[in-house]
């Protein structure tokens, strides 16, 4: 008779307990719940999220997303499919992107989100529901190891540039898309910075500057010279030297001479060609130089 009690306490405690597991998560849905429970395709993960922390007074309620859904609460006609909750986030819904995507602005606005309706995401029809998963107790686009596999889905191209010989370490992990992009915001390419160069100066800081001589195209834009998705040709250069540097200097003479063989035998650096010759190898200081010689030459960027 005692162990039936004490098995019985046991198992009342048990409930209880998970009685009260259940009232955290749910936050007030339990109406929710007569249908949508745990084998409903992991709809209760959402409690092991923030979106499920009772203890937070901002934590949303099924509702507070997916609308009052009173028809849906109503049990269809013989022969009918019941109603759809009012707003729905499922890859067929017909909720306008728009709408899902109010839904988290509701509480996810401000920060790195106040120019959302400004972003080439939101300008595309893109919903926040396209990226992050809710209800699942870990968001891959969150997870700095999966979050790439989001942003391939719609960027091809990048997917290809990452996985070239030299690249960004975002397949090793040690940085993700949004190390360098802030997708809910309204810049350019939507930078985590302003412009390309501040983004790129966020690590890089060594070629900000200023410099004594500075290279134009170093202040106007990184990307002029560098693909910072990646490349075959070391440090991420669009082109090898220095077929790289001759897009801007002239080919009419030393500076940026035109692929050719010399013509006979000569020490004249005029009539070198681009045989075996890299720009690098005597203007190495190519981001800036701070050499104050009193001479024509000091601002070429030499060693």
Known sequence: MTKLFCAAFLT???CGNASAQEDKVLNGDAKCTACHDENDGGVLLIGKTKHGTRADSRTPTCTSCHGESDTHMKKPAAGESRAKPDVTFSKNSKTAYEARSQVCL???QGGSRVDWNMSAHSNRDVACNSCHRVHAANDPVRDKWTQTDTCFACHKEQRAQINRPVHHPI??????CSSCHNVHGGTPKQLVRDTVNETCFTCHMEKRGPFVNNHPPVQD??????EPHGTT???LLK???PFLCQECHSSSSHPSQAGSLPNGRTTSTSLLGTVGRGCLNCHINIHGSNSTENKATAGRFRR
């Open 233 to 235: 040709i070391s440090n």
């Open 221 to 226: 834009n990184c990307a002029i010279c560098h």
């Open 239 to 241: 082109q090898r030297p």
């Open 171 to 176: 397949v090793e992990g040690k940085m993700a």
């Open 12 to 14: 009342a405690l048990l």
């Open 106 to 108: 509701t509480c996810h």
